[in-house]
């Protein structure tokens, strides 16, 4: 590994070659908070934690990894594919035609971390929908979810998601890696990044004010994954999701939007979560923002106390679901890639 320049001192990058598709290499980037020197995995009271960004997004916030760096947590972040630090010159930001592509980075990452130490993913967004699908694959893998925010469903709920997908899939076959939907608005960056009048700093050109452009096939592989597991059966692993309590999403900036959920529709989100199995947890947090934890500080502080209660109590519990990696009952196994 060696040193992140984004993160600072105390972090090191590790870079995992995924081999290549048309744009040329493809490369994921596992990040790693430094041990105490002396100190030995054994050692740490807290489980293993895997930080997962979402969409248009990268991993950036010491503040959080901090936290449970001191709760006393061995702390990695994972770049996909296509973005932050693994975004290549000429590759398209944020395509991927398969959510289950992802599992390539995500099972090298869970090797380097450790077979024997299974982590709990915290995974943001559309991070958080393709970690439980991750889960659903590959059974045994992961000890517990802490999802934030996950887009398991789209706005207005399923029905709204069967009326678009065949004209997005068709759209994807004709598109590829071109855009299928316009840059978004800026009221997310409005409300969190300090050049816009946020508390928060981070790098725009990672991860840019409206997003980067949508392109089709990553579009059509959401929705995919969204279908996939409305259609999957539960998950066995503890599973905690937390979101804002509200959402607020327009064409105009409103200063409400600064204590909402300015990307996801809540009540689609918290429908989905709910269905995910026998040990969730959902919490909706007053005043929180899309990323819970770049919200202002009682509804950051609040998700976090939410989260180091649930990993002291529901995620140290060893992994319940089957070792053997094979599909979890009811998960579709058909026509997915396999991972480049």
């Keep these: 590994m060696r ?4 993160l600072g001192e105390g972090y090191s990058a590790h870079r995992i070659r995924l081999g290549a598709d048309d744009e040329g290499p493809l490369i ?15 050692d740490l009271p807290g489980v293993p934690i895997l930080v997962l960004h979402g969409w248009s997004d990268y991993v950036f916030d010491r503040e959080l990894l901090e936290h449970l760096g001191h709760a006393g947590h061995d702390v990695w972040g994972l770049d996909l594919r296509k973005h932050g630090r693994s975004l290549l010159p000429g590759q398209t930001p944020t395509d991927v035609d398969h959510l289950s592509r992802y599992d390539a980075e995500l099972d090298a990452a869970l090797r380097i971390i450790g077979r024997d130490r299974p982590p709990v993913i915290l995974a943001h967004s559309t ?12 059974p045994g893998a992961v000890r517990g ?13 399923p029905a709204a998601r069967a009326l678009v997908e065949a004209p997005v ?8 890696s071109r855009p299928v939907l316009p840059v978004g608005s800026q009221h997310y960056a409005r409300t969190t990044h300090r050049e816009y009048g946020g508390a928060f700093e981070y790098d725009l050109e990672l991860k840019p004010p409206g997003g980067h452009r949508f392109p089709a096939d990553t579009l059509r592989a959401v929705i995919d994954g969204q279908r996939r597991l409305e259609a999957s059966g539960p998950l066995a692993i503890p599973v905690l999701v937390m979101h804002s309590d509200r959402s ?11 204590r909402a959920d300015t990307v996801l529709d809540v009540h689609s989100l918290a429908r989905a979560a709910r269905k995910l199995g026998p040990r969730v947890q959902v919490e909706a947090i007053p005043g929180a923002r899309h990323d819970v934890f770049l919200s202002d500080a009682d509804a950051r502080a609040r998700a976090l ?3 180091d209660a649930w990993l002291a109590e529901r995620a140290a519990d060893a992994p319940t679901m089957d070792p053997t990696g094979s599909p979890h009952p009811g998960e579709e196994a058909d026509d997915e890639p396999a991972a480049c």
């Design 28 to 42: 994921a980037t596992l990040l790693h908070r430094d041990l105490p020197p002396g100190t030995a995995y054994r």
């Design 169 to 176: 899939r068709i759209l994807a076959r004709r598109l590829g």
């Design 145 to 157: 979810l802490a999802l934030n925010s996950p887009w398991l469903e789209m706005h207005l709920g």
């Design 248 to 258: 607020r999403i327009g064409p105009v900036f409103h200063e409400s939007m600064r």
């Design 3 to 6: 040193p992140d320049p984004v």
């Design 127 to 138: 991070g958080g929908l393709t970690a439980t699908l991750f889960a659903l694959r590959r």
């Design 305 to 307: 106390s939410i989260l």
